[in-house]
């Protein structure tokens, strides 16, 4: 049984990889992309599409995960030419894969079903599922270590089907509340059909995390460490409508996830759960963000700006947390009567507007409440000067994860003097978009807030990648493979934080060096704070 932390946290994100990874590799496996790629050692993204006749640019952000496993090689030219060349894992990886079908029929299975209940059809193929893996479905162990690592990485990625969405689903219903993590109980508690949910819980008692005696379940330390982190596997199994259209995407129609037959808004996303895995993995950086608002708003008050614009405000939670902030630790706060504090919440989606609203109006917060489009910030200002007599230039700037999400637009102008050095791999319906126009495209969206931004500052949570040969070197303490899969495949375009600051150095947008922060703190950085100003 695994109890180092570290050990734990490795699983996580091992468990990570593998909801990204299984579809992926099953839907190229069964297209006879990975035999020919045996065959031909080396081949050129642009012929392997033609080949098989698959969409070039979902083709690329399915290789490129193989390739953040360590599964491929992925060399990305400064022409955006890709070429994929298999390595030394790469046959031994493959003969594995056939071990990914039963997770992958039971997530197409699945997607009947409502996505956080345990329902009786999909709970029977997952209980197989249970057995063949308690038998480590039956491998024999390589003494060969390089074989033996790959064998027990495969079956990791196996383990994250069978827990990553049964924690979510425990903990979006109430398995991890203090009664539950703290008491012993039985099964009939928790759920209406017990029979089924004692399956459940055996399994992960096989794994360490439940201690069982007459029929009482209690969690051990192991399974209080997952507890705590529920939320951590959220965002990832939030995509599962996603990965359970990858060979579709990839060979198929590449707009399948933008049919909503229904009227549903999002039919890629499981966004109540989205946000519900969100919410725990921001708070650290939260933490970050509260260091630079309290700095900000203790300096004179002809230094500060006169509020503070939230893009994608969603339900208000941010908003509301960053005035109660500067209310109760600044000087700003102790002030607000002959300096009030101007704060906008602004989201393209109608219904995030309603909720904020109301969520605003309840914390006895005033605040304006607008839509706006991430992609015109001259139509927010002309909005916010002629409704309400403010300049958006006055105001600090903030978002969270939003500047990756932008509406993609062809770029208008081609830079002929930057070089490209990311190693992204980007879609637009299933159109290969290369690095340098993403680049491009990216460099013109902060031209135009740069204007808006220079004098206060754009505060920035932002996602990014890593070159996928970090990635594979890196196995266990990264979610970028995870990342890479869900943007990828849902046409978001995450850069390199080393390109990011870069292109907006260019539109004139400079980092502070004071309050920049990365997480981690090292080659795998997968999430940047950022102040950007118009001081270099």
Same mark, same amino acid.
């Given at each position: 049984?695994?109890?180092?932390?570290?050990?734990?946290?490795?699983? %996580?994100?091992?468990?990570?990889?593998?909801?990204?990874?299984?579809?992926?590799?099953?839907?190229? $496996?069964?297209?006879?992309?990975?035999?020919?790629?045996?065959?031909?050692?080396?081949?050129?993204?642009?012929?392997?599409?033609?080949?098989?006749?698959?969409?070039?640019?979902?083709?690329?952000?399915?290789?490129?995960?193989?390739?953040?496993?360590?599964?491929?090689?992925?060399?990305?030219?400064?022409?955006?030419?890709?070429?994929?060349?298999?390595?030394?894992?790469?046959?031994?990886?493959?003969?594995?894969?056939?071990?990914?079908?039963?997770?992958?029929?039971?997530?197409?299975?699945?997607?009947?079903?409502?996505?956080?209940?345990?329902?009786?059809?999909?709970?029977?193929?997952?209980?197989?599922?249970?057995?063949?893996?308690?038998?480590?479905?039956?491998?024999?162990?390589?003494?060969?270590?390089? +074989?033996?690592?790959?064998?027990?990485?495969?079956?990791?990625?196996?383990?994250?089907?069978?827990?990553?969405?049964?924690?979510?689903?425990?903990?979006? @219903?109430?398995?991890?509340?203090?009664?539950?993590?703290?008491?012993?109980?039985?099964?009939?508690?928790?759920?209406?059909?017990?029979?089924?949910?004692?399956? +459940?819980?055996?399994?992960?008692?096989?794994?360490?995390?439940?201690?069982?005696? @007459?029929? @009482?379940?209690?969690?051990?330390?192991?399974?209080?460490?997952?507890?705590? $982190?529920?939320?951590?596997?959220?965002?990832?199994?939030?995509?599962?409508?996603?990965?359970?259209?990858?060979? #579709?995407?990839?060979?198929?129609?590449?707009?399948?996830?933008? /049919?909503?037959?229904?009227?549903?808004?999002?039919?890629?996303?499981?966004?109540? /759960?989205?946000?519900?895995?969100?919410?725990?993995?921001?708070?650290?950086?939260?933490?970050?963000?509260?260091?630079?608002?309290?700095?900000?708003?203790?300096?004179?008050?002809?230094?500060?700006?006169?509020? %503070?614009?939230?893009?994608?405000?969603?339900?208000?939670?941010?908003?509301?947390?960053?005035?109660?902030?500067?209310?109760?630790?600044?000087?700003?706060?102790?002030?607000?009567?002959?300096?009030?504090?101007?704060?906008?919440?602004?989201?393209? @989606?109608?219904?995030?507007?309603?909720?904020?609203?109301?969520?605003?109006?309840?914390?006895?917060?005033?605040?304006?409440? +607008?839509?706006?489009? %991430?992609?015109?910030?001259?139509?927010?200002?002309?909005?916010? $000067?002629?409704?309400?007599?403010?300049?958006?230039?006055?105001?600090?700037?903030?978002?969270?994860?939003?500047?990756?999400?932008? %509406?993609?637009?062809?770029?208008?102008?081609?830079?002929?003097?930057?070089?490209?050095?990311?190693?992204? &791999?980007?879609?637009?319906?299933?159109?290969?978009?290369?690095?340098?126009?993403?680049?491009?495209?990216?460099?013109?969206?902060?031209?135009?807030?740069?204007?808006?931004?220079?004098?206060?500052?754009?505060?920035?949570? #932002?996602?990014?990648?890593?070159?996928?040969?970090?990635?594979?070197?890196?196995?266990?303490?990264?979610? &970028?493979?995870?990342?890479?899969?869900?943007?990828?495949?849902?046409?978001?375009?995450?850069?390199?934080?080393?390109?990011?600051?870069?292109?907006?150095?260019? &539109?004139?947008?400079?980092?502070?060096?004071?309050?920049?922060?990365?997480?981690?703190?090292? #080659? +795998?950085?997968?999430?940047?704070?950022?102040?950007?100003?118009?001081?270099?």
């Amino acid at each position: 049984m695994i109890t180092n932390k570290n050990d734990l946290r490795s699983t %996580i994100f091992k468990h990570l990889d593998g909801l990204a990874t299984a579809p992926v590799a099953a839907a190229l $496996r069964k297209k006879d992309v990975l035999h020919f790629l045996l065959e031909s050692k080396s081949v050129r993204l642009d012929e392997l599409a033609i080949q098989f006749k698959a969409n070039k640019g979902y083709l690329n952000v399915a290789l490129r995960v193989l390739s953040s496993q360590g599964f491929l090689d992925y060399e990305v030219q400064t022409n955006g030419d890709v070429t994929i060349k298999c390595n030394a894992k790469s046959e031994a990886a493959f003969s594995l894969f056939p071990l990914y079908d039963d997770v992958v029929e039971l997530l197409h299975f699945s997607t009947q079903f409502h996505p956080r209940l345990f329902e009786e059809e999909p709970f029977h193929k997952l209980n197989a599922i249970f057995e063949k893996y308690k038998v480590n479905y039956g491998i024999t162990f390589s003494e060969d270590q390089n +074989i033996s690592e790959i064998q027990h990485q495969i079956l990791k990625h196996i383990e994250g089907y069978l827990v990553g969405p049964t924690i979510v689903r425990l903990g979006m @219903n109430g398995m991890f509340h203090k009664y539950f993590m703290e008491l012993s109980f039985r099964p009939e508690e928790f759920h209406k059909s017990p029979e089924l949910f004692i399956k +459940i819980l055996n399994f992960l008692t096989y794994l360490g995390w439940f201690k069982e005696k @007459n029929g @009482n379940y209690q969690f051990t330390e192991t399974g209080l460490f997952f507890a705590k $982190r529920a939320a951590s596997y959220g965002v990832t199994v939030s995509y599962l409508p996603t990965f359970a259209k990858i060979e #579709e995407l990839i060979f198929g129609n590449p707009s399948i996830l933008r /049919m909503q037959p229904d009227g549903s808004d999002e039919i890629h996303v499981d966004r109540e /759960m989205n946000v519900w895995g969100s919410g725990g993995a921001h708070e650290t950086y939260f933490k970050v963000v509260d260091e630079i608002l309290i700095q900000m708003f203790n300096l004179p008050i002809e230094q500060q700006p006169k509020g %503070i614009l939230d893009m994608g405000c969603g339900n208000g939670a941010f908003l509301q947390h960053i005035f109660e902030v500067i209310d109760r630790q600044t000087l700003r706060g102790k002030m607000l009567d002959e300096y009030p504090l101007f704060l906008v919440g602004v989201d393209y @989606n109608q219904a995030a507007l309603k909720v904020t609203r109301a969520n605003l109006i309840k914390a006895d917060i005033w605040a304006k409440v +607008i839509w706006g489009d %991430i992609g015109r910030p001259d139509m927010l200002a002309q909005d916010l $000067r002629d409704n309400y007599e403010i300049a958006l230039e006055d105001l600090l700037n903030v978002r969270t994860f939003l500047d990756h999400n932008r %509406i993609w637009e062809n770029p208008k102008y081609e830079s002929k003097d930057r070089v490209s050095n990311s190693t992204g &791999a980007f879609a637009h319906r299933g159109i290969q978009i290369n690095t340098k126009q993403v680049e491009d495209n990216l460099l013109e969206h902060l031209l135009k807030w740069s204007p808006f931004v220079s004098k206060y500052g754009l505060l920035l949570i #932002e996602l990014h990648t890593i070159d996928p040969a970090v990635a594979a070197r890196n196995i266990g303490k990264t979610a &970028a493979t995870a990342y890479d899969a869900t943007h990828g495949f849902s046409d978001q375009y995450i850069v390199e934080i080393e390109v990011f600051n870069k292109i907006a150095a260019e &539109a004139g947008l400079f980092p502070d060096p004071t309050y920049f922060r990365k997480f981690p703190d090292s #080659e +795998i950085a997968t999430v940047s704070i950022n102040l950007l100003t118009g001081k270099s």
